[in-house]
């Protein structure tokens, strides 16, 4: 096969500017491919060539190339040249802010009302927690964790600070867990966090500036958050149906924040920004066990989903958080992950919710160059994730343990699953509607009628039951409530549930 030509360069940086040449040659190559018109896989011409045609020293070009090779924009092949390599997340490394700015500013907002509460009435145990997002505390596997901690104590040394980007046995552990959902990858690819929610937190500090766009189902766990919102981003959403996310909807809505951003006179949102990092977009998706619908994105709309993204060049955070909770049809469809050959997406895990939120450990797999830079930001905020909690997460994904208790808990999930529906075929029928998970924890019930969820929370919480209405992960009201059958056994769901209808009928 015949070797692509080497780009053709019309353009030269200007001598009068205070901006050093070496920076004004990657932003230009950076625009070109933030742009479009230097698409992957497009060879550079060669060093000398390049100092010829941007007239400059050769020093000049190798100090610029080694910079775009340090984000991943371009990467040398042996004895092909050099060739750009990604055109989504590298080109946000480029003027990365500084964490401190952020740390000094005190950004973060506050939660609205309805979450402060939930967050609060979680630890209050006369509340039936029927929407909560955490599995219940008596699944915990103490017999495993037994073994692992007597063998830690046997084992560990010392408890001096982590690397940064996570122990190795622990992210060679995950990659080889990667590697088994069909996702091809080594551990320099791998960062461990304290928890996936960390990771959105660095991403959003570290590749993401103040006016993008974070596309996202509606409804979307992202929007009962304020990670995006606190870094100044505006959150879209996009509609969903029973296979997910509606790729063509996105698209849509890629192209109407183009032209919008166009019309005053800015970059589309899609369009990554080279070096000002103004303007640019994501897609954040969980597509497998969705939170909070439940929806499990089968692979025909995953592939339609990454053909979209790649067409409009906008990078992907997908979130896998309950990837290894899928009971029903089979394995789980592979992530978005493993289809990605261009370095486009970035894949979050997560140990909290099948094994033990308390471990407060998650895991990013993204290319190198995004999780050495991430990694530079982790340990501005925490100095590394715990670790002994590194440690043992790790023995329990090297020995098996994992994936022995992930069989039992699948299958408890869906008993309590069937239980549930049940009940709510009972109480619910004829009021309301619901979807049928194909595993993780929720079930999105929709009231037929007008419900006041507002009232509903407040007296469902005097009747001793915490509910997650639906308008704190939606764009708009959406008369839902977020059910979990993982917190609670089936007769407790069902007790919970019966004084639940009984307010319903109240209001109605």
Not at 453 to 475: H, Q, S, T
């Amino acid at each position: 096969m015949a070797r692509p030509a080497p780009i053709a360069i019309d353009w030269k940086p200007d001598r009068t500017s205070d901006v050093p040449l070496t920076e004004q040659i990657v932003q230009y190559v950076c625009r070109q491919v933030s742009g479009g018109a230097w698409p992957i896989g497009s060879r550079l011409p060669s060093q000398r060539a390049l100092a010829e045609g941007f007239g400059v020293n050769r020093s000049t070009i190798i100090a610029a190339v080694n910079e775009l090779t340090d984000y991943g924009i371009v990467e040398g092949l042996h004895g092909a040249g050099t060739r750009i390599a990604s055109n989504t997340w590298s080109l946000m490394l480029h003027g990365s802010p500084d964490w401190a700015d952020y740390v000094s500013s005190g950004f973060f907002k506050a939660n609205n009302d309805t979450i402060q509460a939930i967050n609060r009435l979680e630890f209050d145990p006369s509340m039936a927690r029927l929407g909560t997002g955490e599995l219940d505390p008596r699944l915990f596997p103490k017999d495993m964790w037994h073994a692992v901690l007597t063998q830690a104590a046997d084992e560990i040394t010392s408890m001096g600070y982590p690397e940064p980007e996570g122990v190795p046995e622990l992210r060679e552990a995950i990659a080889a867990h990667m590697r088994k959902l069909g996702v091809e990858t080594n551990p320099g690819q791998v960062l461990v966090t304290s928890g996936a929610l960390q990771a959105l937190q660095i991403i959003s500090v570290s590749l993401l500036s103040a006016g993008s766009t974070v596309f996202a189902e509606a409804p979307s766990y992202i929007k009962s958050l304020q990670v995006f919102q606190s870094a100044g981003m505006h959150l879209q959403g996009v509609r969903m149906d029973g296979r997910g996310i509606d790729a063509d909807a996105l698209h849509e809505a890629v192209v109407a924040a183009n032209d919008g951003a166009a019309g005053r006179g800015g970059r589309g949102p899609a369009h990554i920004g080279a070096a000002g990092r103004g303007g640019g977009a994501v897609l954040y998706t969980i597509p497998t066990n969705h939170n909070p619908t439940g929806i499990t994105m089968d692979e025909e709309r995953r592939r339609e989903l990454m053909a979209r993204c790649v067409a409009d060049r906008l990078p992907i955070i997908e979130d896998g958080a309950y990837q290894d909770l899928v009971f029903d049809g089979g394995d789980a469809p592979a992530p978005l992950k493993s289809m990605d050959e261009t370095g486009m997406v970035i894949y979050l895990g997560s140990a909290s919710k099948a094994l033990a939120p308390g471990l407060r450990i998650g895991w990013i797999v993204a290319p190198e160059p995004i999780v050495h830079r991430l990694a530079d930001v982790k340990m501005q905020m925490d100095y590394g994730a715990s670790r002994l909690s590194q440690w043992v997460f790790a023995r329990f994904l090297a020995s098996g343990m994992y994936d022995r208790f992930l069989s039992g808990l699948r299958v408890e999930l869906r008993r309590r699953r069937d239980a549930a529906l049940a009940t709510l075929e009972t109480l619910f029928g004829g009021v309301a509607r619901w979807n049928v998970p194909s595993g993780g924890f929720y079930v999105w019930l929709t009231f037929d009628d007008p419900m006041p969820m507002g009232r509903l929370f407040a007296k469902a919480v005097e009747a001793g039951v915490l509910l997650n209405p639906g308008d704190i992960y939606d764009f708009e009201g959406d008369n839902s409530l977020r059910l979990s059958y993982a917190y609670t056994t089936p007769a407790e769901f069902a007790a919970a549930a019966e004084r639940l209808a009984a307010v319903v009928r109240a209001l109605r």
